[in-house]
């Protein structure tokens, strides 16, 4: 994957601001990515989550956006850029649909950064806890990949999760971190809770 990040020390909430103003009428992932600056993948990985915490659909883009989170969790596990597919990375999307996550984005992220700070650095530092931490990205992005969009936090939980972890590792913020950890595990549950009510459902209509 061929790509140059801007020289910016912006924070995420400036960076999705000038993001959502630079965007033409149809924008790749490949171009995201070159906009958002040289905070990097996993600020970007951050920047995927954005439309799954809002009220506004852009169709067709968790299985577009949960492969490359997952690519780019596993390169966090090996510690290594990830390569990132072309026909995924070229992906076009439509200016109508995304700048209004943007915008939305930029105010969620703006309250999120008061909060950070580095602390409780034991999950943040050392090669097991970061290949820790990318296995659960990776996991979360998982989660994310089910296509579940028509039931209600399907999407919004693992993203959540997501956001949290890249958060955490970013800004060097075990607090965080750990409510994504927490995040993931409340995802499983509730995943867990609809395949259980799909199959009493099931089973009740088996026997009446």
Known sequence: MDVQF????TSMATALE???KAVGENVTLRELLELVGEQGLLLFCSLLTVPFMLPVSIPGISTAFGVVIILIGVGVTLNRVPWLPERLMNRSIAREHLTPALEQGAKIFRRLERWLKPRLEQMT?????????????TFAGILLLFPLSFVPFSNTLPALAIL???????ERDGYFIVAGYGMVIATVIYFVGLALLVVIGGQTLLLS
């Open 6 to 9: 801007k020289d910016t020390s």
């Open 18 to 20: 000038n993001t959502s």
């Open 125 to 137: 530092t050392g090669v097991f806890v970061n290949r820790l931490n990318g296995i659960a990205l």
């Open 164 to 170: 949290l972890l890249t958060f955490g590792m970013l």
